[in-house]
């Protein structure tokens, strides 16, 4: 029968926490709600992932003292058998002493009764012992797959935070892209005012134009603004008795 010690069912029930935390997600999702571990403060992914990373971490390093009792565990339970063999081998060399030296029946008995039961203790502490190395192999194992998760998590952090700061540049990108489209467009609508000023421009001058009637109607005024300022002379001239001498002609 496998008989086990309060320490070892302890230290045996730590490692099947710790196997199960890194290798049921189920089983660490329900530890983290539980403990209300849930990241909810951080605001990029990779922030969330950084800081599930150490959380991580710190529980791997706080389980290691978990893994490192049971692999001492496991080498206390050999040293275990090796005592319960010594004993039989022992006591076998009290039952020879005692045929040799014409021991009393009851006192051969008697030490063949105690090898009986040291060689039935060897046998449960052999059992135990190899339950144990078997545990503490499965606890080295998950130890090292998890450290190995970790970093592959580390990795998959740079990729997000990679991805982060593409999707910054993009975003950027595409916010000048905007505001420099905004400024075309207002530069056009500035040019379409400028038009607008020259297109006013011409039509103020061709109701100037227009005000002031054909080129017929204007030379007709021409003649006869001149017509009045030589008869305007000439009364000018005859009031004061110039005479005066006509142009000449061109």
């Avoid at 539980?34 to 800081?51: D, F, I, L, M, P």
């Avoid at 039935?120 to 503490?136: F, L």
Wanted: net charge neutral.
């Amino acid at each position: 029968m496998i008989t086990f010690n309060l320490t070892t069912i302890l230290v045996l029930a730590a490692i099947a926490v710790v196997v199960l935390y890194f290798t049921w997600p189920a089983f660490r999702q329900m530890l983290q709600i539980k403990g209300g571990n849930a990241v909810s403060g951080a605001t990029k992914a990779s922030e969330k992932q950084r800081h599930e990373h150490q959380r991580l971490t710190a529980e791997l390093n706080r389980q290691l003292d978990n893994v490192a009792s049971a692999k001492a565990s496991a080498t206390q339970a050999e040293k275990d058998v090796a005592a319960a063999e010594a004993q039989v081998e022992k006591l076998t060399g009290q039952y020879k002493t005692a045929v040799t030296g014409n021991a009393s029946e009851d006192a051969k008995n008697a030490i063949a009764g105690n090898i009986a039961k040291a060689k039935a203790s060897v046998t449960s502490k052999r059992a135990a012992a190899n339950e144990a190395a078997k545990i503490a192999a499965q606890a080295v194992e998950a130890l090292d797959q998890t450290r190995e998760a970790l970093k592959d998590f580390a990795d998959q952090i740079q990729d997000t935070e990679q991805k982060e700061a593409l999707t910054a540049v993009l975003n950027t990108a595409a916010d000048a892209s905007l505001a420099l489209k905004n400024i075309k467009d207002r530069l056009s609508a500035a040019g379409e005012a400028a038009r607008q000023a020259d297109t006013d421009l011409e039509k103020a001058r061709a109701k100037n134009d227009l005000a002031q009637g054909s080129d017929t109607d204007r030379e007709i005024a021409k003649i006869e603004k001149d017509a009045a300022a030589a008869a305007e002379r000439a009364r000018l001239d005859a009031e004061l008795g110039i005479t005066s001498t006509p142009p000449a002609q061109k």
